[in-house]
């Protein structure tokens, strides 16, 4: 007779999956299975027939290339996206089990994971979520926002220094709903973790202030267990479980040894793997239907915890309408009507003004309009102008703060603002100076895989910097922004454009970021309806047709506005159009791009204090860029603008050399 082990059921179907796809990490699932499995029967609220339910307990998992044995767990507990043939069919085109979890994609999924150590960040951001929400809605007798976040992570997650950013604030942060779940398996791809990794985990999570607790038998599911329960009653900190598995656990051949981590197992190692587990069947993929029930009378005990807690938030509607409207409008995060008025107003600027002002009281003038609005700064507030005047500070003491401080931890900040959004009711806002965009790029690049409309406020976007020279001023930096699909990326001229940018990010539902200058810049007497379509005619042409248009964005639109008037002075004229978003403008109609951009007219000039690598789809084989060639240099702004040719003299002579 078998030997009744749920979890074998997990492990022999993540190793099915990795064989008949001739691809993927077994060696994980079969050491771990025994982890998700007590998390998932015992003590994760979730309802498989109800994947999404607000008041469910999140789990990401951080060690995403074990996404076979989350799609198994997922399958046996009886989510329905996931069936026998999407186990089947893990890793092949269209299907629901692609190599790494994906968001939106698979239900039951809670985060797009992979990058190794970016589940971690996610997870304190959803942490950070849930104490904010609490403090926030949760009444006497009606805890509506309480619930626990859970990750699971392996020895690389905790290698990359992603983990230390994100679990230092963690700690600091006190959020005793943050457990995380540690497989320490001790091999990493090269070999035994002893090559890289020797620190002692436990004193480091101990000294970011969290609750330690190592199990010493991982395939112990009661120790687990106890471990988890003890985790959930420390109301204090966040808790760190150390447990000890085995890598290709049942396969001798392969068991800790870095052979398992990413190839499939064979044949004949499958074969033995279900001998060892006691597995009485040898048809791929079969379960037989007492395990199916054994798996499904667990889930029913979520489809429970989701009905209660439905009856409680009926409850709350009832008890607290105002506040529940309010939780409600949290749970939408639309653009409302007054911010929305705001935003779309074309105003009158009377003075030049740095576009990191502007959107600093654009930030403060929606932030009553849109309470769920929440972020902050890697220790550069005052700079970025993020702040949120009298919102308080996101602190252990004070979670209903809006204003978090993230430290200098720019990485760590752009995977807390992905669990921040993923959570659901908030929409994140986080801000550094755009040359430290290359920290964030890898959390951003996975925001825009997610769709989630994460605002990323970068301000110095130039060598406007100045003196700070080379080491902080962005040349590249737009380009590469601008190359991430998904992403719609805002560089504005002026108070205007800013609104504009401001009002398509709140309402296009992806991330989208904003590259404002340090240095006042003049209004450039735009409309903002018309920035909002991306790209539009700043300042027509005298004629039925120009001879040369000049395009740019940000500080140098205003360049551009001087050219024209030296280029008529030379008998040219020129039309100017202003190209605050090249994303929101290549959604235009064609026929308004091609109004805005006429094919006839082929001689152009792009201007803007950055690489001209995202501009050659404009300017075409007939115009001329004046753009950054190479790195900056430390002197004051204005010396520096001369020196690399923003000016009007130089756009104008390269326009009149077109002609030549």
């Given at each position: 007779?078998t030997k ?5 059921a997990i ?5 099915d999956?990795?064989e ?6 077994p060696?994980f699932?079969?050491g771990?299975a025994?982890i998700i499995y007590?998390?998932f029967?015992?003590h994760?609220r979730?309802n498989?027939?109800n994947p999404?339910w607000?008041?469910r ?11 076979a044995m989350l ?6 507990f009886?989510?329905?996206d996931?069936?026998?043939?999407q186990?089947?069919?893990?890793r ?5 089990t692609p190599g790494?979890p994906?968001y939106?994609?698979?239900k039951g999924?809670?985060?797009?994971t992979?990058?190794l150590?970016a589940g971690?960040?996610m997870?304190v951001g959803m942490?950070?979520a849930e104490a ?8 006497p ?5 309480d ?11 905790l290698m990359?220094?992603?983990?230390s950013?994100a ?12 457990i995380?779940?540690?497989?320490s398996?001790r091999i ?6 002893d090559?890289?990794?020797?620190e ?5 999570f101990e ?6 607790i190592e199990?010493a038998?991982?395939t112990?599911?009661?120790?687990i267990?106890r471990?988890?329960?003890m985790?959930k009653?420390?109301e204090?900190?966040?808790?760190f479980?150390?447990i ?10 392969k068991?800790d040894?870095?052979?398992?981590h ?6 004949e190692?499958v ?8 597995w ?7 379960v037989?239907?007492?395990i199916y029930?054994?798996?499904h009378?667990s889930?029913e005990?979520?489809g429970?915890?989701?009905?209660d807690?439905?009856?409680l938030k009926?409850?709350y509607a ?9 939780f409600e409008?949290?749970?939408a995060r639309?653009?409302?009507?007054g911010?929305?008025?705001?935003l779309?107003?074309?105003a009158?600027?009377e003075k030049?003004d740095a ?7 654009i930030?403060n003038a929606v ?6 609005l929440?972020?902050g700064s890697?220790?550069l507030?005052?700079s ?6 009298e919102a ?7 979670p209903?703060?809006r204003n978090i ?8 900040m752009?995977a ?5 959004c993923l959570?659901?009711?908030?929409i994140?806002y986080?801000?550094?100076?755009l ?6 790029k890898?959390m951003i690049r996975l925001?825009?895989?997610?769709k989630?409309p994460i605002?990323y406020?970068?301000?110095?976007d130039s ?6 020279g080379?080491?902080?001023e ?10 991430i ?7 504005p001229?002026d108070a205007n454009e800013t609104?504009a940018?401001?009002y398509?990010a709140?309402?296009?539902?992806v991330p989208s970021v904003?590259a404002?200058?340090?240095q006042n810049l ?7 309806k018309?920035a909002?379509?991306?790209?539009y005619i700043?300042s027509?042409?005298?004629g039925e047709s ?5 395009m740019?964005?940000?500080?140098e639109?205003?360049v551009?506005?001087?050219a024209k008037?030296l280029?008529?002075?030379k008998g040219l004229?020129?039309r100017v159009?202003?190209?605050?978003s ?5 959604r235009?109609p064609?026929a308004?791009?091609?109004d805005?951009l006429?094919?006839s ?8 204090a950055?690489s001209r690598q ?15 060639d190479?790195f ?8 520096l603008?001369?020196r690399?040719?923003?000016t ?5 002579a390269?326009a009149?050399?077109l002609f030549s």
């Amino acid at each position: 007779m078998t030997k009744f082990v749920p979890e074998n059921a997990i492990r022999i179907l993540s190793a099915d999956a990795v064989e008949k796809a001739k691809s993927g990490h077994p060696g994980f699932p079969l050491g771990a299975a025994p982890i998700i499995y007590e998390l998932f029967a015992r003590h994760l609220r979730h309802n498989p027939k109800n994947p999404d339910w607000f008041g469910r307990d999140r789990f990401v998992l951080s060690a995403g290339h074990g996404s076979a044995m989350l799609y198994a767990a997922l399958h046996l507990f009886g989510y329905e996206d996931v069936t026998i043939e999407q186990l089947k069919a893990f890793r092949q085109l269209g299907s629901l089990t692609p190599g790494h979890p994906e968001y939106g994609h698979t239900k039951g999924v809670d985060a797009t994971t992979g990058p190794l150590g970016a589940g971690l960040g996610m997870a304190v951001g959803m942490a950070m979520a849930e104490a904010h929400l609490a403090k926030i809605f949760n009444k006497p007798g009606l805890p509506l926002v309480d619930h626990y976040t859970f990750t699971l992570c392996g020895d690389g997650c905790l290698m990359e220094g992603i983990s230390s950013e994100a679990m230092s604030l963690a700690g600091t942060l006190g959020l005793s709903k943050l457990i995380v779940l540690y497989d320490s398996n001790r091999i990493s791809i090269e070999g035994s973790t002893d090559l890289a990794f020797t620190e002692d985990v436990m004193k480091r999570f101990e000294a970011f202030g969290f609750r330690t607790i190592e199990v010493a038998d991982g395939t112990d599911t009661e120790e687990i267990g106890r471990a988890i329960v003890m985790a959930k009653s420390d109301e204090k900190r966040p808790s760190f479980i150390k447990i000890n598995t085995h890598i290709g656990y049942g396969v001798p051949a392969k068991q800790d040894s870095a052979s398992a981590h990413g190839e499939p197992l064979g044949e004949e190692n499958v074969r033995i793997l279900r001998e060892n587990l006691g597995w009485a069947w040898d048809e791929a993929f079969y379960v037989p239907p007492e395990i199916y029930d054994h798996y499904h009378e667990s889930a029913e005990k979520g489809g429970k915890a989701n009905a209660d807690w439905d009856a409680l938030k009926n409850s709350y509607a009832a008890a607290e309408p105002d506040a529940f409207a309010l939780f409600e409008r949290y749970s939408a995060r639309g653009l409302p009507e007054g911010a929305a008025a705001f935003l779309s107003e074309t105003a009158v600027q009377e003075k030049a003004d740095a576009t990191r002002s502007v959107s600093g009281r654009i930030l403060n003038a929606v932030k009553e309009d849109m309470p769920w609005l929440i972020g902050g700064s890697a220790d550069l507030a005052p700079s970025n102008k993020t702040a949120l005047t009298e919102a308080g500070d996101f602190s252990k003491l004070t979670p209903e703060g809006r204003n978090i401080h993230f430290g200098v931890r720019e990485l760590g900040m752009g995977a807390i603002a992905l669990g921040l959004c993923l959570h659901g009711g908030l929409i994140p806002y986080v801000s550094t100076f755009l040359v430290f965009s290359d920290y964030l790029k890898p959390m951003i690049r996975l925001a825009a895989l997610m769709k989630l409309p994460i605002l990323y406020i970068f301000t110095h976007d130039s060598i406007g910097v100045g003196e700070d020279g080379p080491t902080h001023e962005p040349v590249e930096q737009l380009a590469m922004l601008r190359s991430i699909p998904g992403v719609q990326v805002f560089r504005p001229a002026d108070a205007n454009e800013t609104r504009a940018a401001y009002y398509s990010a709140l309402t296009s539902g992806v991330p989208s970021v904003f590259a404002l200058s340090r240095q006042n810049l003049p209004p450039i007497g735009g409309d903002v309806k018309d920035a909002m379509k991306g790209g539009y005619i700043l300042s027509l042409e005298a004629g039925e047709s120009p001879d040369v248009i000049l395009m740019a964005s940000g500080s140098e639109v205003s360049v551009c506005l001087d050219a024209k008037k030296l280029l008529a002075e030379k008998g040219l004229d020129a039309r100017v159009v202003s190209m605050p978003s090249m994303e929101v403008f290549e959604r235009q109609p064609a026929a308004y791009r091609g109004d805005v951009l006429p094919p006839s007219v082929t001689k152009r000039v792009a201007v803007e204090a950055a690489s001209r690598q995202p501009w050659g789809r404009y300017v075409g084989l007939d115009g001329d860029f004046v753009t950054m060639d190479g790195f900056g240099a430390s002197a004051p702004a204005p010396a520096l603008f001369e020196r690399f040719g923003f000016t009007a003299e130089n756009v104008a002579a390269k326009a009149l050399a077109l002609f030549s």
